[in-house]
T-cell receptor, first 120, second 110 residues
C-alpha cells in the first residue's frame, strides 16, 4: 500500500536555530500534503495545506514566516521551523493525498510516522 | 464549521473488558470518518474508517458504524488486551483535511 515517510523521527535543536522536517510519499505522487501539530496530551491541529508548485495555505493563527512549507516536487514537502523556541517543541505529522485512488477522503489520505521536535 | 467530540478519558479497563469510546461529529456535507490510534511514543496509525452512512469499519477487533442519523461513529471492542493501551482519536475528513477529536487515553490492566 501507499507509504508516507517523515524524517527525522526525532530531533533536538537549540533555541534560535532552524530545523527542517521532510515528508515524502514513497510510491505515489502527492499533489497535496497536510501538516499537523500535536501539543502534549492534546489533539492534532491542522497547520497548513501544502500544494505542489504553489504557496502553502496556512490555517488561522499559524505564523507562515515561522513555519515555512515548501512542496517543490510531487513526492516531497518540507516544514522548516525557523528560529525555534522551546514552545515550538511538539509532535509534527504530515499526511498526503494520493489522487490516483479517486475522489473521497476515505481511501486517499496517508499519514507519516510523525516527527518529535524538542527545542532546548 | 466541522468538529469532532469524543468522550473524555482517561479510561481504565481490565483485560477482556468491553470498550466503547463515543464520538459525535458536526460537519457541513458528508464527511468520511476515521479512528486513529497512537501508541506510547509512536506516530498516528489509522485504525479503521467509514466513508458513507451505515458503513462499518473494522480492524483488530475494533468496530465503528457511521450513523448519519445520530452523527456518531462510536468505537467498540468486545475484549480488550493490554496491548490496546493507547490514545484513540476520532476524526472526520472533508476536502482531505482532517479534524480530530481531543483523544481518549485508554489503559488496559492485566
Amino acid at each position: 500500500g501507499a507509504v508516507v515517510s517523515q524524517h527525522p523521527s526525532r530531533v533536538i535543536c537549540k533555541s534560535g536555530t532552524s530545523v527542517k522536517i521532510e515528508c515524502r510519499s514513497l510510491d505515489f505522487q502527492a499533489t497535496t500534503m497536510f501538516w499537523y501539530r500535536q501539543f502534549p496530551k492534546q489533539s492534532l491541529m491542522l497547520m497548513a495545506t501544502s500544494n505542489e508548485g504553489s504557496k502553502a495555505t496556512y490555517e488561522q493563527g499559524v505564523e507562515k514566516d515561522k513555519f515555512l512549507i515548501n512542496h517543490a516536487s510531487l513526492t516531497l514537502s518540507t516544514l522548516t521551523v525557523t528560529s525555534a523556541h522551546p514552545e515550538d517543541s511538539s509532535f509534527y505529522i504530515c499526511s498526503a493525498r494520493d489522487p490516483s485512488r479517486g475522489p473521497g477522503s476515505g481511501n486517499t489520505i496517508y499519514f507519516g510516522e510523525g516527527s518529535w521536535l524538542t527545542v532546548v | 464549521g466541522n468538529s469532532v467530540t469524543q468522550m473524555e478519558g482517561p479510561v481504565t479497563l481490565s483485560e477482556e473488558a468491553f470498550l466503547t469510546i463515543n464520538c459525535t461529529y458536526t460537519a457541513t456535507g458528508y464527511p468520511s470518518l476515521f479512528w486513529y490510534v497512537q501508541y506510547p511514543g509512536e506516530g498516528l496509525q489509522l485504525l479503521l474508517k467509514a466513508t458513507k452512512a451505515d458503513d462499518k469499519g473494522s480492524n483488530k477487533g475494533f468496530e465503528a458504524t457511521y450513523r448519519k442519523e445520530t452523527t456518531s461513529f462510536h468505537l467498540e471492542k468486545g475484549s480488550v488486551q493490554v496491548s490496546d493501551s493507547a490514545v484513540y482519536f476520532c476524526a472526520l475528513s472533508l476536502d482531505y483535511k482532517l479534524s480530530f477529536g481531543a483523544g481518549t487515553t485508554v489503559t488496559v490492566r492485566a
